[in-house]
Protein backbone atom coordinates (compact mmCIF):
# COMPACT_ATOMS: atom_id res chain seq x y z
CA UNK A 1 0.00 0.00 0.00
CA UNK A 2 1.55 3.53 -0.85
CA UNK A 3 1.11 6.91 0.79
CA UNK A 4 -1.52 8.13 -0.77
CA UNK A 5 -3.81 4.81 -0.15
CA UNK A 6 -3.19 5.37 3.47
CA UNK A 7 -4.13 8.70 3.72
CA UNK A 8 -7.68 7.94 1.59
CA UNK A 9 -7.94 5.30 4.32
CA UNK A 10 -7.49 7.30 6.96
CA UNK A 11 -9.20 10.62 5.59
CA UNK A 12 -12.80 7.94 5.39
CA UNK A 13 -12.47 7.40 8.94
CA UNK A 14 -11.74 10.79 9.68
CA UNK A 15 -14.62 12.31 7.97
CA UNK A 16 -17.10 9.51 9.19
CA UNK A 17 -16.18 10.80 12.27
CA UNK A 18 -16.64 14.64 11.87
CA UNK A 19 -19.85 14.03 10.39
CA UNK A 20 -21.12 12.29 13.51
CA UNK A 21 -19.74 15.15 15.19
CA UNK A 22 -20.50 18.64 13.16
CA UNK A 23 -23.83 18.10 11.43
CA UNK A 24 -24.33 19.53 8.07
CA UNK A 25 -26.35 22.37 9.86
CA UNK A 26 -24.00 23.66 11.78
CA UNK A 27 -21.57 24.06 9.27
CA UNK A 28 -24.43 26.18 6.37
CA UNK A 29 -25.54 27.98 9.49
CA UNK A 30 -21.94 29.19 9.87
CA UNK A 31 -20.82 32.89 9.67
CA UNK A 32 -18.54 32.65 6.36
CA UNK A 33 -21.15 29.79 4.30
CA UNK A 34 -22.78 32.92 2.19
CA UNK A 35 -20.23 35.01 1.91
CA UNK A 36 -18.84 36.15 -1.54
CA UNK A 37 -16.04 33.81 -3.18
CA UNK A 38 -13.02 35.65 -5.13
CA UNK A 39 -12.29 33.85 -8.44
CA UNK A 40 -8.61 32.43 -8.29
CA UNK A 41 -8.73 31.58 -12.16
CA UNK A 42 -9.66 35.12 -12.97
CA UNK A 43 -6.58 36.30 -10.91
CA UNK A 44 -4.46 33.86 -12.69
CA UNK A 45 -5.88 34.80 -16.35
CA UNK A 46 -5.08 38.24 -15.14
CA UNK A 47 -1.51 37.64 -13.96
CA UNK A 48 1.94 37.75 -15.50
CA UNK A 49 3.41 35.59 -12.69
CA UNK A 50 0.79 32.78 -11.40
CA UNK A 51 2.09 32.52 -8.29
CA UNK A 52 -0.35 30.18 -5.74
CA UNK A 53 1.91 30.06 -2.34
CA UNK A 54 1.10 27.49 -0.05
CA UNK A 55 1.48 27.42 3.49
CA UNK A 56 2.48 23.78 4.34
CA UNK A 57 3.84 22.67 7.45
CA UNK A 58 5.46 19.18 6.95
CA UNK A 59 4.49 16.33 4.39
CA UNK A 60 5.12 12.68 4.41
CA UNK A 61 8.49 13.13 1.83
CA UNK A 62 9.90 15.82 3.62
CA UNK A 63 8.97 15.45 7.26
CA UNK A 64 8.97 18.93 8.88
CA UNK A 65 9.39 22.13 6.97
CA UNK A 66 8.76 24.82 8.71
CA UNK A 67 6.52 25.31 11.91
CA UNK A 68 8.37 28.72 13.50
CA UNK A 69 5.96 30.64 11.67
CA UNK A 70 2.02 31.59 12.30
CA UNK A 71 -0.64 31.27 9.62
CA UNK A 72 -1.63 34.96 9.70
CA UNK A 73 2.54 35.91 9.50
CA UNK A 74 3.00 33.48 6.31
CA UNK A 75 -0.26 34.63 4.64
CA UNK A 76 -0.04 38.42 5.22
CA UNK A 77 3.51 37.88 3.80
CA UNK A 78 2.22 36.10 0.71
CA UNK A 79 -0.41 37.85 0.04
CA UNK A 80 2.10 41.36 0.35
CA UNK A 81 4.46 39.73 -2.32
CA UNK A 82 1.45 39.73 -4.52
CA UNK A 83 0.09 35.96 -5.09
CA UNK A 84 -2.84 35.58 -7.40
CA UNK A 85 -3.82 32.92 -4.58
CA UNK A 86 -2.90 30.86 -1.00
CA UNK A 87 -3.16 27.26 -0.87
CA UNK A 88 -3.90 25.88 2.50
CA UNK A 89 -3.38 22.82 3.51
CA UNK A 90 -6.15 21.40 6.16
CA UNK A 91 -4.92 17.94 6.74
CA UNK A 92 -3.65 17.31 10.11
CA UNK A 93 -2.22 13.54 10.14
CA UNK A 94 -0.03 14.02 7.42
CA UNK A 95 0.76 17.45 6.52
CA UNK A 96 0.22 19.02 10.23
CA UNK A 97 -2.87 21.38 8.93
CA UNK A 98 -6.31 21.69 10.10
CA UNK A 99 -9.36 23.57 9.23
CA UNK A 100 -8.63 25.94 11.81
CA UNK A 101 -5.24 27.37 9.66
CA UNK A 102 -7.89 27.88 6.87
CA UNK A 103 -10.17 30.06 9.37
CA UNK A 104 -7.11 32.12 10.50
CA UNK A 105 -6.15 32.60 7.16
CA UNK A 106 -9.14 33.73 5.68
CA UNK A 107 -9.27 36.52 8.40
CA UNK A 108 -5.98 37.68 7.21
CA UNK A 109 -5.72 38.28 3.82
CA UNK A 110 -8.75 38.67 0.73
CA UNK A 111 -7.03 36.67 -1.93
CA UNK A 112 -8.64 33.36 -3.27
CA UNK A 113 -7.72 30.38 -0.61
CA UNK A 114 -7.37 27.06 -1.95
CA UNK A 115 -8.39 24.29 0.70
CA UNK A 116 -5.64 21.49 0.03
CA UNK A 117 -7.35 18.38 1.12
CA UNK A 118 -7.86 14.80 -0.03
CA UNK A 119 -11.75 15.11 -0.56
CA UNK A 120 -13.36 12.24 -0.42
CA UNK A 121 -17.19 13.35 0.36
CA UNK A 122 -19.19 16.24 -0.46
CA UNK A 123 -19.24 16.88 3.49
CA UNK A 124 -15.43 18.46 3.05
CA UNK A 125 -16.54 20.55 0.53
CA UNK A 126 -19.46 22.16 2.62
CA UNK A 127 -16.45 22.28 5.27
CA UNK A 128 -14.35 24.47 2.76
CA UNK A 129 -17.09 27.03 2.22
CA UNK A 130 -17.97 27.18 5.98
CA UNK A 131 -14.31 28.05 7.03
CA UNK A 132 -13.89 31.00 4.18
CA UNK A 133 -12.13 28.49 1.50
CA UNK A 134 -13.02 29.62 -2.68
CA UNK A 135 -11.62 26.57 -4.20
CA UNK A 136 -11.54 23.07 -2.92
CA UNK A 137 -9.01 20.48 -4.93
CA UNK A 138 -10.07 16.96 -6.54
CA UNK A 139 -7.42 14.98 -6.48
CA UNK A 140 -8.01 12.19 -9.77
CA UNK A 141 -6.63 9.63 -9.08
CA UNK A 142 -8.30 9.09 -5.95
CA UNK A 143 -12.14 9.58 -7.50
CA UNK A 144 -14.13 7.93 -10.07
CA UNK A 145 -15.49 9.91 -12.69
CA UNK A 146 -18.93 10.08 -11.11
CA UNK A 147 -17.34 11.23 -7.78
CA UNK A 148 -15.13 14.20 -9.60
CA UNK A 149 -18.72 14.94 -11.41
CA UNK A 150 -20.52 14.88 -8.18
CA UNK A 151 -18.66 16.49 -6.33
CA UNK A 152 -17.78 19.38 -8.98
CA UNK A 153 -20.92 20.33 -9.85
CA UNK A 154 -21.93 20.32 -5.85
CA UNK A 155 -19.17 22.74 -5.12
CA UNK A 156 -20.00 25.11 -7.96
CA UNK A 157 -23.48 25.00 -6.68
CA UNK A 158 -22.04 26.93 -3.65
CA UNK A 159 -19.70 29.30 -5.79
CA UNK A 160 -17.03 27.47 -4.84
CA UNK A 161 -14.49 26.86 -7.99
CA UNK A 162 -13.10 23.91 -8.72
CA UNK A 163 -8.77 22.93 -9.41
CA UNK A 164 -8.28 19.17 -10.42
CA UNK A 165 -5.62 17.54 -10.27
CA UNK A 166 -3.51 14.79 -12.52
CA UNK A 167 -0.57 12.71 -12.59
CA UNK A 168 -1.07 11.44 -15.63
CA UNK A 169 -2.93 11.46 -19.27
CA UNK A 170 -5.53 8.24 -18.68
CA UNK A 171 -6.25 10.16 -15.26
CA UNK A 172 -6.69 13.58 -17.51
CA UNK A 173 -9.07 11.78 -19.95
CA UNK A 174 -11.74 10.39 -17.25
CA UNK A 175 -11.70 13.49 -15.48
CA UNK A 176 -12.42 16.70 -18.01
CA UNK A 177 -15.86 17.65 -17.59
CA UNK A 178 -17.64 21.23 -17.70
CA UNK A 179 -17.75 22.01 -14.35
CA UNK A 180 -13.91 22.48 -13.55
CA UNK A 181 -12.49 25.50 -13.47
CA UNK A 182 -8.86 24.82 -13.33
CA UNK A 183 -6.31 21.80 -14.29
CA UNK A 184 -3.37 21.01 -12.41
CA UNK A 185 -0.88 18.70 -13.06
CA UNK A 186 1.36 17.41 -9.82
CA UNK A 187 4.81 16.68 -10.87
CA UNK A 188 5.40 14.83 -7.88
CA UNK A 189 4.47 11.32 -8.44
CA UNK A 190 1.71 10.51 -5.02
CA UNK A 191 3.35 6.49 -5.46
CA UNK A 192 7.11 7.09 -4.85
CA UNK A 193 7.17 11.36 -4.74
CA UNK A 194 10.11 11.66 -7.60
CA UNK A 195 9.42 15.40 -8.78
CA UNK A 196 9.71 16.34 -12.61
CA UNK A 197 8.32 19.25 -13.87
CA UNK A 198 8.66 17.60 -17.68
CA UNK A 199 5.62 15.67 -16.66
CA UNK A 200 3.74 19.35 -17.02
CA UNK A 201 5.06 19.85 -20.34
CA UNK A 202 4.42 16.50 -21.35
CA UNK A 203 0.37 17.19 -19.90
CA UNK A 204 0.59 20.63 -21.48
CA UNK A 205 -0.99 20.24 -24.98
CA UNK A 206 -3.76 17.57 -23.94
CA UNK A 207 -5.66 20.01 -21.54
CA UNK A 208 -8.06 22.06 -23.13
CA UNK A 209 -7.33 25.66 -23.03
CA UNK A 210 -10.98 26.76 -21.55
CA UNK A 211 -9.55 25.55 -18.32
CA UNK A 212 -6.56 27.62 -16.63
CA UNK A 213 -3.56 25.19 -16.58
CA UNK A 214 -1.81 25.28 -12.69
CA UNK A 215 1.83 22.87 -12.72
CA UNK A 216 2.13 21.85 -9.09
CA UNK A 217 5.06 20.75 -7.28
CA UNK A 218 8.98 20.78 -7.55
CA UNK A 219 9.13 24.12 -8.87
CA UNK A 220 11.89 25.81 -7.63
CA UNK A 221 13.16 28.26 -9.58
CA UNK A 222 11.52 30.94 -11.40
CA UNK A 223 13.21 29.74 -14.90
CA UNK A 224 10.82 26.74 -14.24
CA UNK A 225 7.99 29.36 -14.06
CA UNK A 226 9.11 31.21 -17.40
CA UNK A 227 9.71 27.63 -19.03
CA UNK A 228 6.18 26.30 -18.32
CA UNK A 229 4.14 29.62 -19.00
CA UNK A 230 5.71 28.88 -23.00
CA UNK A 231 3.73 25.72 -22.64
CA UNK A 232 0.34 27.73 -21.69
CA UNK A 233 0.38 27.24 -17.86
CA UNK A 234 -0.61 30.17 -15.97
CA UNK A 235 -0.74 29.07 -12.43
CA UNK A 236 2.53 27.71 -10.35
CA UNK A 237 1.75 26.24 -7.34
CA UNK A 238 4.86 26.23 -5.13
CA UNK A 239 4.87 25.56 -0.89
CA UNK A 240 8.33 24.69 -0.26
CA UNK A 241 10.00 26.81 -1.75
CA UNK A 242 8.88 29.40 0.22
CA UNK A 243 8.12 27.99 3.53
CA UNK A 244 11.75 26.39 4.26
CA UNK A 245 13.26 30.12 3.98
CA UNK A 246 13.70 31.95 7.23
CA UNK A 247 10.99 34.27 5.55
CA UNK A 248 8.11 32.93 3.48
CA UNK A 249 6.60 36.54 2.31
CA UNK A 250 10.27 38.17 1.41
CA UNK A 251 10.84 35.17 -0.53
CA UNK A 252 8.16 34.95 -2.35
CA UNK A 253 7.93 38.65 -3.36
CA UNK A 254 12.04 38.76 -4.41
CA UNK A 255 10.71 35.05 -6.75
CA UNK A 256 7.58 37.23 -8.15
CA UNK A 257 10.09 40.17 -8.93
CA UNK A 258 12.53 37.60 -10.50
CA UNK A 259 9.76 36.76 -12.98
CA UNK A 260 8.64 40.36 -13.99
CA UNK A 261 12.48 41.17 -14.96
Known sequence: MNILDRIII????????????????????SVLFNSKTVSLSKN?????????????????????????????????GYENAGV???????????????LDDLLLARASVNVPLLRKEFIVDEYQILEAKAFGADVILL????LTREEIKKFSEFAQSLALEVLLEVHDEL???KSIMPSLDLI???NRSLKTFEVSIENSIKLASKIPNEFVKISESGISSYTSVKK???????GFLIGETFMK???AGASTKEFINKLKL
Open 10 to 29: DKRQEVLLKKSLIPISQLEN
Open 44 to 76: LRASSSGIIAEHKRRSPSKAEINYNFTVEEVVK
Open 84 to 98: CGISVLTDGKYFGGS
Open 139 to 142: IASV
Open 171 to 173: ELE
Open 184 to 186: GVN
Open 228 to 234: LQNYGYQ
Open 245 to 247: SND
